[in-house]
Every structure is written in C-alpha cells, then in structure tokens.
C-alpha cells in the first residue's frame, strides 16, 4: 500500500483530529502506557527546573502523561498537523504548557531550541519519511546526559505480532474509522506499523545516531511485542 507522508500525512490527522480522542480512548491501556513510558525517562518527579520536548503531541495525550507524571516540568509540545494541536490547545492546562505547530524536520525554523531535558516521542517517528534526520535533531537539542523516551508500534518480529496487529486493525480500527470517515488516515496505520524497522533495528538506528545506553521495553496487554519504550541518552560531555 502508498503510506500517506508529509503534508498529506497531516491533511490526514487534521481531518481525523475531531474523533481522535474518541477512538484512542477504546484502546485499552493507552493512556496507561503513555505514562508508563514518560516514567521511563527515569526524571525524578515532580520535574521541576526540568524541559522536556513534547515531540508530535497530537490532541495532547502525551502531554497529558507527562504532566501527570511530571507535574511541575515546562513542557513544550509540538505537532505538524494544526487539526491536532488545536484539539490540544484547547484543553484545560496548568501553566508551564506551550504549543507550537510545526513538523519534527523544522523545529529550529519554528523556534523550537534546547537545551531539553528529556524528549517524549509517541507514535511518531514512523510517520516521518526521514527518521534519521530527526533523530540528529533531537540528539541536538537535547543536553548532554539529556534523555529521549520514544513511544512507538514497533513489531518484535513474531508472525503472530504481525498477525494480532492487523486482527485489531482490520476488525475493529479501520471499521470503525470508515464509519467516520477516516478510513484511509487509520489504513495508513496499519501499514506504517508492518513497514517501519522492528524492534531491534529501530534500536539499531537509534544507536547509529549517536545516542547510548539504548534500551527497547515492552508494554503490556495485548501490545505486547507491538508497542514498545525506547529509552535512550545523549552521551555526557567528556569534559
């Protein structure tokens, strides 16, 4: 299947933003997991003094998370679909929350700069048609020591992952999806997640570009071996 990208890719997200939240909410686990995964960033909560880049926010689910988990954090959380980040704007939210519409490939453009201290990604990077260019961004932005927790559908490599992943996407997801008029926004997801690296080679890429202590951790339920934490760090600066 032709996988949306770029600003088709956020057409898509903009049209699909008025159910998202609706949809997501009927995933078991899902916010759970997003928490789970800001919680592996291993800061210490309640987070003060810390910046941590929300990097493809969506309606605001991650944000969500990572002020749950860490409540006094300045969170700057950004998306490329405008559909989106409006739903996530709009929200009730305490100070230290600010949004900002941009792609992941232009955050400098956008005046998007670290230092951060950590990077939250959730399902984002493979959306992007260039990972690896991001990951150099974030690696710039981040400080020395400074941590990215990526969130993402990432196969272990199982048939039967393979198998459960397009049982739910394909029984339940797009079927829901058409009837609102999204069908080919979550199509889109089911092949993004058969297309992109699995676990170990996503690790892999990570790893290449420049970051270490790299650890991929699954997630519980029926994601298991579906969706995983990759946990990584900008290297100390040797001095």
């Given at each position: 299947?032709?996988?949306?990208?770029?600003?088709?890719?956020?057409?898509a997200f903009d049209?699909?933003?008025?159910?998202?939240?609706?949809?997501?909410?009927?995933?078991?686990?899902?916010?759970?997991?997003?928490?789970?995964?800001?919680?592996?960033?291993?800061?210490?909560?309640?987070?003060?003094?810390?910046?941590?880049?929300?990097?493809?926010?969506?309606?605001?689910?991650?944000?969500?998370?990572?002020?749950?988990?860490?409540?006094?954090?300045?969170?700057?959380?950004?998306?490329?679909?405008?559909?989106?980040?409006?739903?996530?704007?709009?929200?009730?939210?305490?100070?230290?929350?600010?949004?900002?519409?941009?792609?992941?490939?232009?955050?400098k453009d956008a005046?998007?700069?670290?230092?951060?201290?950590?990077?939250?990604?959730?399902?984002?990077?493979?959306?992007?048609?260039?990972?690896?260019?991001?990951?150099?961004?974030?690696?710039?932005?981040?400080?020395?020591?400074?941590?990215?927790?990526?969130?993402?559908?990432?196969?272990?490599?199982?048939?039967?992952?393979?198998?459960?992943?397009?049982?739910?996407?394909?029984?339940?997801?797009?079927?829901?999806?058409?009837?609102?008029?999204?069908?080919?926004?979550?199509?889109?997801?089911?092949?993004?997640?058969?297309?992109?690296?699995?676990?170990?080679?996503?690790?892999?890429?990570?790893?290449?570009?420049?970051?270490?202590?790299?650890?991929?951790?699954?997630?519980?339920?029926?994601?298991?071996?579906?969706?995983?934490?990759?946990?990584?760090?900008?290297?100390?600066?040797?001095?």
């Amino acid at each position: 299947m032709t996988l949306l990208r770029d600003e088709n890719l956020a057409a898509a997200f903009d049209h699909a933003s008025r159910t998202y939240d609706a949809l997501v909410a009927a995933n078991p686990g899902y916010h759970a997991h997003l928490r789970r995964s800001v919680r592996r960033l291993g800061l210490a909560s309640p987070g003060e003094g810390l910046r941590v880049l929300d990097l493809g926010c969506g309606t605001g689910a991650s944000t969500a998370a990572i002020r749950s988990v860490l409540p006094a954090a300045h969170v700057t959380a950004v998306d490329a679909s405008a559909g989106m980040l409006g739903r996530a704007a709009a929200k009730p939210w305490a100070d230290g929350v600010h949004f900002i519409h941009a792609p992941a490939e232009h955050l400098k453009d956008a005046g998007v700069h670290g230092p951060f201290d950590a990077v939250f990604a959730a399902y984002l990077f493979r959306n992007l048609t260039d990972p690896d260019t991001v990951l150099d961004t974030v690696r710039s932005v981040l400080r020395p020591g400074g941590r990215l927790a990526a969130h993402e559908y990432s196969l272990s490599g199982r048939r039967t992952d393979r198998a459960v992943w397009t049982l739910v996407c394909r029984g339940i997801v797009q079927p829901a999806a058409t009837l609102l008029g999204d069908g080919p926004l979550y199509r889109h997801l089911w092949g993004s997640v058969v297309h992109f690296d699995p676990t170990d080679r996503f690790a892999t890429r990570i790893r290449d570009a420049g970051f270490d202590h790299v650890r991929a951790l699954p997630l519980p339920g029926w994601q298991t071996g579906i969706t995983h934490t990759f946990v990584a760090a900008r290297p100390e600066d040797p001095r």
